[in-house]
């Protein structure tokens, strides 16, 4: 059993920077892999970032790329994103999922590969 635990959304400026904590309990992060969703009103949820227990290189959603950052802190059992230049278009409820299962990162993509969510924690990005 994973729990996952996520904090640092809040309001911010377009061009200002957040940094997402996903604080995870019940097994080592680098055991599995971590996914960053988002929801925005009226939007489908969209991986915006994966980060593997593998050496495989993170991946990022095209419209995000050069921005964020995902990465791991095994010490701390904890998943960050790093969200730098964000936009308006940025705001939505993110979620982290952790997958204990292989996959290719296309198959990480999909939400349902994930049994175990976060809560989520808002992002409000004003222009």
């Known amino acids: 059993q994973v729990q996952l635990v996520e904090s640092g959304g809040g309001l911010v400026q377009a061009g200002g920077s957040l940094r997402l904590s996903c604080a995870a309990s019940?097994?080592?992060?680098?055991?599995?892999?971590v996914g960053w969703f988002r929801q925005a009103p009226g939007k489908e949820q969209e991986c915006v970032a994966i980060?593997?227990?593998?050496?495989?290189?993170?991946y990022y959603e095209d419209s995000v790329k050069g921005r964020f950052t995902i990465s791991r802190d095994d010490a701390r059992n904890t998943v960050y994103l790093q969200m730098n230049s964000l936009k308006p278009e940025d705001t939505a409820v993110y979620y982290c999922?952790?997958?204990?299962?292989?996959?290719?990162?296309?198959?990480?993509?999909?939400?349902?590969?994930?049994?175990?969510w976060g809560r989520g924690t808002q992002v409000t990005v004003s222009s």
């Open positions: 019940g097994r080592t992060v680098s055991d599995y892999a």
């Open positions: 999922a952790a997958s204990t299962t292989y996959y290719t990162i296309p198959t990480y993509r999909r939400e349902d590969v994930y049994p175990y």
């Open positions: 980060i593997t227990g593998s050496s495989s290189p993170p």
